[in-house]
């Protein structure tokens, strides 16, 4: 469940974390959810220390190389001429654990449930960009909330004069925001706009949050979003 962390544990598909408040001393572990086996164990220091269990962006397991998320549909959309369509997917996410202070937050553990972690090239060899590759299912109906996953909702606006098959969107984890409910397992995107400019290419534009009594992800340092843009070009094919 996601927000502050009392001393106890947290449950995910394959983990098990366990939190103890000691002296002025918090130990954090991460455990096997079925082998009890511990992965991880931190002793963490200083006055007025918490611990909050959040959603975090699909880009940091196995390892951060990018902050492009490649959605791959497996059921490719096809959208008629000067026409629009909204979708849902299901965006698979990571879990992180923050450390915080009133003033000061970091990183003390980020892991997925999922198991299936890869990375994929959109575009030429020469210039193309490194994406963290995922594949989802649209959907024209909103989606029931599934730990482990982000509801996405996606607006397709067709803007050219034929058919243009969508088979995928390229995100950005710095524009992209996560929301989540305390206490539940509850995570989506804010809404998505993919704007179709020709056969081959769009843009993908971030917008605000299409549901409420949210509270919006506090972004690591490393990817908080830049202040000149919030696009993402799709130049090499959709």
């Known amino acids: 469940m996601f927000g ?17 408040y000691m002296d002025g001393v918090i130990v954090y572990r991460r455990l096997w959810k ?13 006055k007025d220390v918490s611990i909050e269990f959040v959603p975090m962006y699909p880009i940091f397991i196995p390892q951060y190389l990018s902050n492009y998320i490649l959605c791959k549909f497996r059921n ?15 965006l698979p996410i990571e879990y992180a654990v923050y450390v915080r202070t009133r003033k000061y937050f970091d990183i003390v553990d980020v892991f997925s449930d999922h198991s299936k972690n890869k990375y994929s090239l959109y575009g030429p060899i020469e210039k193309g960009i490194v994406a963290k590759y995922l594949e989802v299912v649209s959907n024209t109906k909103e989606l029931k909330l599934t730990p482990g996953y982000a509801l996405t909702k996606l607006v397709i606006v067709n803007n050219v004069n034929d058919f243009v098959e969508v088979s995928r969107v390229l995100l950005d984890a710095h524009p992209l925001k996560l929301y989540y409910r305390l206490k539940s397992w509850h995570v989506y995107t804010q809404l998505l706009r993919l704007e179709i400019i020709s056969k081959n290419t769009a843009i993908v534009y971030y917008d605000k949050p299409f549901t409420d009594n949210v509270i919006e992800l506090e972004d690591p340092v490393m990817i908080r979003p830049p202040r000149l843009y919030s696009r993402t070009d799709m130049l090499w094919g959709l």
């Open 76 to 90: 490719s959309i096809v959208v008629a001429p000067k026409s629009s369509i909204e979708v849902y997917f299901l």
């Open 34 to 46: 079925n082998s009890r086996e511990c992965i991880v164990t931190k002793t963490i220091t200083g």
């Open 4 to 20: 502050p962390i009392d001393s106890g544990e947290i449950s995910t598909n394959s983990y098990l974390i366990t939190i103890e």
